[in-house]
């Protein structure tokens, strides 16, 4: 590592006004978009916050819990990085799958008791986690019921949206649930490295040399990862009690807050029957079409952008723990810095680029989103320099917290692995805010009338082969280039682990390379199709 040296700070630097800058331009900022948004449902039926509420405490607890489970798949259940990833893999197939038939099992229920069902599934999942590490006890009691209790959040949280809005004041809706959502990942991403750091065995430095030693809490010892999850359970139970002041029936029209009977009567289990079959029907009848067809085949072209948010999730909290050190700040550097970016993000590129086609957006951003993995396999000494001006401070003492100073920042430098990251993970993250908004709207744009929601739906179907492949890609990538030793301890050095990045960002290439070479066939078949 290579000495770095800086000037003394003065009381109130340039690193402070610029700091102070963006925390207040930034509050103002969300305040007016959160407000924007706000004064346009004031006569939304309370159920709408509580809603919010319940979706703050599930997502931040989610997000927390979803960065320590690869962690924990493997120091507290002793799985393999490659049979860890493959877990993820089953795990990830499962949302899938239950995501889309919870629309139909609200429809059949109703909000308050589909949301009950979710609180339920999700408390036994996470007191599963908490409390066991047998590898096929937790696939039963852990994995699948929270596979199941947070697939229905998302379909739940959309059907109460569109009931608790007008027609006009939907995409309102819809768009504070957006920032609220970000919002609870960054306070999850800024938790989970909160209580690595804070249940961490420390040397007498105070350099963190095991993050999950944990604590005991009634007698029994819990790591740190279940600790995340303990915390986790905490918010469910929470949510919980919300589910009981959350009203069935409501609904908002053009006169106001309207309260329906529940109808009661009837089989439960007959309606969602029908509901199934008609459902499936209407699968088999789209999928035999040409266009849909077509459809599948750009989809399956953005799974490999996409899925560099699967290697953020599972593959980067085991790479930055063994490249940078345990404690490192990997909850921050992507958890907090990319939901956050994407808050303010999104609304300025829609602004600016409302009259430019989806398929050009989705084409543009994904060349940034894919690219940007390559800076992670850049030289760290390039930017080691770095670290001892005004932008070290605002990083690593203003934003990450790691000295209370420069003079002790410069006594003992973080390593300069942290700047290739830090960079990547922003210009990836302006890519992001760039494709991912529009691929939605792109899939409702193309959709025939009347089928969209099916082919929203039936999106997910690439992910099915795909998610079998980078599960345990990801944990075969960790293995080859940041393997640990047989006590399961990180080595002292990987000098191949920027490897990692380049076999992501080469795979996520291969999707603005191919919707640069399919642009005219895609848009020939879809002028034609639309034409009839």
Same mark, same amino acid.
């Given at each position: 590592?290579?000495?770095?040296?800086?000037?003394?700070?003065?009381?109130?630097?340039?690193?402070?006004?610029?700091?102070?800058?963006?925390?207040?331009?930034?509050?103002?900022?969300?305040?007016?978009?959160?407000?924007?948004?706000?004064?346009?449902?004031?006569?939304?039926?309370?159920?709408?916050?509580?809603?919010?509420?319940?979706?703050?405490?599930?997502?931040?607890?989610?997000?927390? !819990?979803?960065?320590?489970?690869?962690?924990?798949?493997?120091? *507290?259940?002793?799985?393999?990085?490659?049979?860890?990833?493959?877990?993820?893999?089953?795990?990830?197939?499962?949302? /899938?799958?239950?995501?889309?038939?919870?629309?139909?099992?609200?429809?059949?229920?109703?909000?308050?008791?589909?949301?009950?069902? $979710?609180?339920?599934?999700?408390?036994?999942?996470?007191?599963?986690? /908490?409390?066991?590490?047998?590898?096929?006890?937790?696939?039963?009691?852990?994995?699948?019921?929270?596979?199941?209790?947070?697939?229905?959040?998302?379909?739940?949280?959309?059907?109460?949206?569109?009931?608790?809005?007008?027609?006009?004041?939907?995409?309102?809706?819809?768009?504070?649930?957006?920032?609220?959502?970000?919002?609870?990942?960054? =306070?999850?991403?800024?938790?989970?490295?909160?209580?690595?750091?804070?249940?961490?065995?420390? *040397?007498?430095?105070?350099?963190?040399?095991?993050?999950?030693?944990?604590?005991?809490?009634?007698?029994?010892?819990?790591?740190?990862?279940?600790?995340?999850?303990?915390?986790?359970?905490?918010?469910?139970?929470?949510?919980?009690?919300?589910?009981?002041?959350?009203?069935?029936?409501?609904?908002?029209?053009?006169?106001?807050?309207?309260?329906?009977?529940?109808?009661?009567?009837?089989?439960?289990?007959?309606?969602?029957?029908?509901?199934?079959?008609?459902?499936?029907?209407?699968?088999?009848?789209?999928?035999?079409?040409?266009?849909?067809?077509?459809?599948?085949?750009?989809?399956?072209?953005?799974?490999?952008?996409?899925?560099?948010?699967? @290697?953020? @999730?599972?593959?980067?909290?085991?790479?930055?723990?063994?490249?940078?050190?345990?404690?490192?700040?990997?909850?921050?550097?992507?958890?907090?810095?990319?939901?956050?970016?994407?808050?303010?993000?999104?609304?300025?590129?829609?602004?600016?680029?409302?009259?430019?086609?989806?398929?050009?957006? !989705?084409?543009?951003? $994904?060349?940034?989103?894919?690219? &940007?993995?390559?800076?992670?396999?850049?030289?760290?000494?390039?930017?080691?320099?770095?670290?001892?001006?005004?932008?070290?401070?605002?990083?690593?003492?203003?934003?990450?917290?790691? =000295?209370?100073?420069?003079?002790?920042?410069?006594?003992?430098?973080?390593?300069?692995?942290?700047?290739?990251?830090?960079?990547?993970?922003?210009?990836?993250?302006?890519?992001?805010?760039?494709? &991912?908004?529009?691929?939605?709207?792109? $899939?409702?744009?193309?959709?025939?009338?009347?089928?969209?929601?099916?082919?929203?739906?039936?999106?997910?179907?690439?992910?099915?082969?795909?998610?079998?492949?980078?599960?345990?890609?990801?944990?075969?990538?960790?293995?080859?280039?940041?393997?640990?030793?047989?006590?399961?301890?990180?080595?002292? &050095?990987?000098?191949? @682990?920027?490897?990692?990045?380049?076999?992501?960002?080469?795979?996520?290439?291969?999707?603005?390379?191919? !919707?640069?070479?399919?642009?005219?066939?895609?848009?020939? @078949?879809?002028?034609?199709?639309?034409?009839?």
């Amino acid at each position: 590592m290579s000495a770095v040296t800086a000037t003394a700070s003065p009381a109130f630097g340039l690193a402070d006004a610029i700091t102070w800058s963006f925390v207040i331009g930034g509050l103002i900022a969300l305040g007016f978009i959160i407000w924007s948004y706000v004064k346009g449902l004031r006569e939304s039926p309370r159920d709408l916050w509580l809603l919010f509420a319940y979706k703050v405490v599930e997502y931040a607890a989610y997000a927390a !819990m979803n960065m320590a489970v690869i962690l924990w798949l493997t120091k *507290d259940c002793g799985l393999g990085d490659v049979a860890a990833g493959t877990y993820i893999s089953v795990w990830s197939i499962c949302l /899938s799958v239950m995501g889309m038939f919870a629309g139909a099992l609200v429809d059949t229920l109703g909000i308050r008791r589909t949301m009950i069902v $979710s609180v339920l599934f999700l408390i036994v999942g996470r007191v599963g986690f /908490s409390f066991l590490t047998n590898p096929w006890l937790i696939f039963f009691f852990a994995f699948l019921p929270q596979g199941i209790g947070f697939a229905i959040v998302g379909p739940l949280i959309s059907v109460a949206l569109k009931r608790y809005t007008t027609k006009e004041g939907a995409a309102l809706g819809f768009g504070l649930f957006y920032v609220v959502m970000n919002l609870a990942f960054a =306070a999850g991403g800024w938790f989970f490295d909160w209580a690595r750091e804070f249940y961490a065995l420390k *040397d007498a430095a105070g350099k963190i040399t095991d993050e999950n030693l944990g604590t005991v809490l009634m007698g029994i010892h819990f790591s740190t990862y279940q600790l995340i999850f303990l915390y986790g359970l905490a918010a469910t139970c929470f949510s919980f009690l919300l589910t009981w002041v959350i009203r069935d029936g409501v609904e908002m029209t053009e006169e106001g807050v309207r309260v329906r009977p529940v109808a009661r009567t009837g089989s439960g289990l007959a309606a969602l029957r029908g509901t199934a079959t008609e459902t499936w029907q209407t699968i088999r009848g789209t999928v035999g079409e040409k266009f849909f067809l077509i459809y599948c085949g750009l989809i399956s072209l953005t799974l490999f952008v996409r899925f560099v948010f699967f @290697h953020f @999730h599972y593959t980067f909290p085991k790479y930055g723990i063994r490249v940078l050190g345990e404690g490192a700040k990997i909850g921050s550097i992507y958890g907090v810095l990319n939901p956050v970016l994407v808050v303010f993000l999104v609304p300025l590129v829609a602004a600016w680029t409302k009259k430019t086609s989806s398929y050009k957006m !989705m084409m543009w951003g $994904s060349w940034i989103s894919a690219l &940007s993995c390559f800076i992670a396999a850049m030289p760290s000494h390039w930017f080691a320099g770095l670290t001892g001006g005004v932008l070290g401070e605002l990083v690593f003492i203003k934003w990450l917290g790691m =000295a209370p100073d420069m003079a002790a920042l410069l006594a003992n430098p973080p390593l300069a692995e942290y700047w290739p990251l830090v960079f990547f993970i922003l210009i990836f993250t302006i890519g992001e805010a760039i494709w &991912s908004p529009r691929l939605m709207q792109f $899939s409702a744009e193309i959709a025939p009338e009347g089928k969209e929601g099916t082919y929203m739906a039936l999106s997910i179907l690439p992910f099915f082969l795909a998610k079998l492949f980078v599960g345990p890609l990801s944990g075969w990538l960790l293995d080859r280039y940041t393997p640990v030793d047989a006590a399961g301890n990180a080595l002292a &050095s990987y000098p191949q @682990h920027h490897l990692v990045w380049v076999w992501i960002g080469a795979m996520a290439l291969i999707s603005p390379i191919g !919707m640069v070479l399919l642009r005219d066939w895609f848009i020939r @078949h879809t002028a034609h199709h639309e034409s009839k």
